[in-house]
T-cell receptor
Framework: GDSVTQMEGPVTLSEEAFLTINCTYTATGYPSLFWYVQYPGEGLQLLLKATKADDKGSNKGFEATYRKETTSFHLEKGSVQVSDSAVYFCALSGGGTSYGKLTFGQGTILTVHP | DTGVSQNPRHKITKRGQNVTFRCDPISEHNRLYWYRQTLGQGPEFLTYFQNEAQLEKSRLLSDRFSAERPKGSFSTLEIQRTEQGDSAMYLC???????????????FGPGTRLTVT
């Protein structure tokens, strides 16, 4: 079945550091890929998405590129801020009859210090 | 657009009791999803509806769980004879379908935290 694997956390960075959170997936067909973010005390929010190979999703300075050859969708940001501290979830929506439901990774906790 | 709302936000119940949660999706969304999230894990899919039809149920959804969306608007998730292992955050999400840019993007509610004592 479909699965998503994220890098182990937690990740702790200083403000303005470069961020990478790795995400790899297993799926049949041609899934869509997503990053969701959960800020402290808030619900899940869609951060960015990519629906086909080589697409780049971007939002709020975050980027991720859909790499079919490596089955990856790594999240990057060039300069993190304290306000980026949150839990980040990689997710996929499988093809065919599975389309729509999301399969999530386990989440990566990011803490950014001033 | 008021977003997805869920009620109650917190529920504490004794083992063996029945509980029911409600989800109100974004008004123009025809799909509604239920997920369960335990501490330190990502959400796990439970079931989803398109309009009033329940199209898929996860194997996680035992016979004690039932979900309805009678008029294609709000949905309820009922857990009968609760067990301590049911303690989790229950999340609802909604989306539209079709070919628009935002089709199939899921928007989540704040969740209902269930504690079974």
């Amino acid at each position: 079945g479909d699965s998503v694997t994220q890098m182990e956390g937690p990740v702790t960075l200083s403000e303005e550091a470069f961020l990478t959170i790795n995400c790899t997936y297993t799926a049949t067909g041609y899934p869509s890929l997503f990053w969701y973010v959960q800020y402290p005390g808030e619900g899940l929010q869609l951060l960015l998405k990519a629906t086909k190979a080589d697409d780049k999703g971007s939002n709020k300075g975050f980027e991720a590129t859909y790499r079919k050859e490596t089955t990856s969708f790594h999240l990057e940001k060039g300069s993190v801020q304290v306000s980026d501290s949150a839990v980040y979830f990689c997710a996929l929506s499988g093809g065919g009859t599975s389309y729509g439901k999301l399969t999530f990774g386990q989440g990566t906790i990011l803490t950014v210090h001033p | 657009d008021t977003g997805v709302s869920q009620n109650p936000r917190h529920k504490i119940t004794k083992r063996g009791q029945n509980v029911t949660f409600r989800c109100d999706p974004i008004s123009e969304h025809n799909r509604l999803y239920w997920y369960r999230q335990t501490l330190g894990q990502g959400p796990e899919f439970l079931t989803y509806f398109q309009n009033e039809a329940q199209l898929e149920k996860s194997r996680l959804l035992s016979d004690r769980f039932s979900a309805e969306r009678p008029k294609g608007s709000f949905s309820t998730l009922e857990i009968q004879r609760t067990e301590q292992g049911d303690s989790a955050m229950y999340l609802c999400a909604s989306s539209s379908t079709g070919t628009g840019v935002k089709a199939y993007e899921q928007y989540f509610g704040p969740g209902t935290r269930l504690t079974v004592t």
